[in-house]
């Protein structure tokens, strides 16, 4: 079974640039989810979609972040205009159920954002 | 006072060592409990899943939930250098789809 794809696997900015992350979760895996990992933290939900409809985005900066999932398969998450504090690495991950804590996630391996 | 506690570390062990690792947690409402593994530059992997109370033991780990206490932990047998990792508890309820995380516990197994 392949995994969850994610590209690219780093990427610096410069602060007010903007940055889009790509995600190709597993097939067959409804449900998706973005995650931001600050250094030395554990992951933060940025948004989930079941299908190709958003189920979560309340802790999302909407004024500055913005994801869509095409056909309920890939997802793109974007950031305009990045600020420092984003520095941080963004995982996918995708599950079975829209219940992940029936069967826990499956992660890609992170896009590592550096905004300088 | 967060959901989810866990000491970052680091725990450093020697090779051969049984590792515990362990979280804490305040709402009673949680039933999914599962640890994470996360090696550096590396999305977490599902390592051990239990659900409601008591023991799950797969190879060399074994995870515990005591629901009393609101408190899980993870044991490591015969540690080897290949489980130096971030190891990240993760919990949710019976109808809620999100899991709320610890920080993550950096363990070093030394040869």
């Known amino acids: 079974e392949a995994g969850v794809a994610q590209s690219p696997r780093y990427k610096i900015i410069e602060k007010r640039q903007s940055v889009a992350f790509w995600c190709n979760p597993i097939?067959?895996?409804?449900?998706l989810y973005w995650y931001q990992q600050i250094l030395g933290q554990g992951p933060k939900l940025l948004i989930q979609?079941?299908?190709?409809?958003?189920?979560?985005d309340s802790q999302l900066p909407k004024d500055r972040f913005s994801a869509e999932r095409l056909k309920g398969v890939d997802s793109t998450l974007k950031i305009q205009p990045a600020k420092l504090e984003d520095s941080a690495v963004y995982l996918c991950a995708s599950s079975l159920a829209s219940q992940g804590g029936n069967y826990g996630y499956t992660f890609g391996s992170g896009t590592r954002l550096t905004v300088v | 006072q967060k959901e989810v506690e866990q000491d970052p570390g680091p725990l450093s062990v020697p090779e051969g060592a049984i590792v515990s690792l362990n979280c804490t947690y305040s709402n009673s409402a949680f039933q999914y409990f599962m640890w994470y593994r996360q090696y550096s530059r590396k999305g977490p992997e599902l390592l051990m899943y239990t659900y409601s109370s008591g023991n799950k033991e797969d190879g060399r780990f074994t995870a515990q939930v005591d629901k009393s206490s609101k408190y899980i932990s993870l044991f490591i047998r015969d540690s080897q250098p290949s489980d130096s990792a971030t190891y990240l508890c993760?919990?949710?309820?019976?109808?809620?789809?999100?899991?709320?995380w610890g920080a993550g516990t950096k363990l070093i197994i030394k040869p």
């Open positions: 979609f079941q299908n190709n409809g958003v189920v979560d």
């Open positions: 993760a919990m949710g309820k019976d109808s809620n789809y999100q899991l709320i």
């Open positions: 097939s067959g895996h409804a449900t």
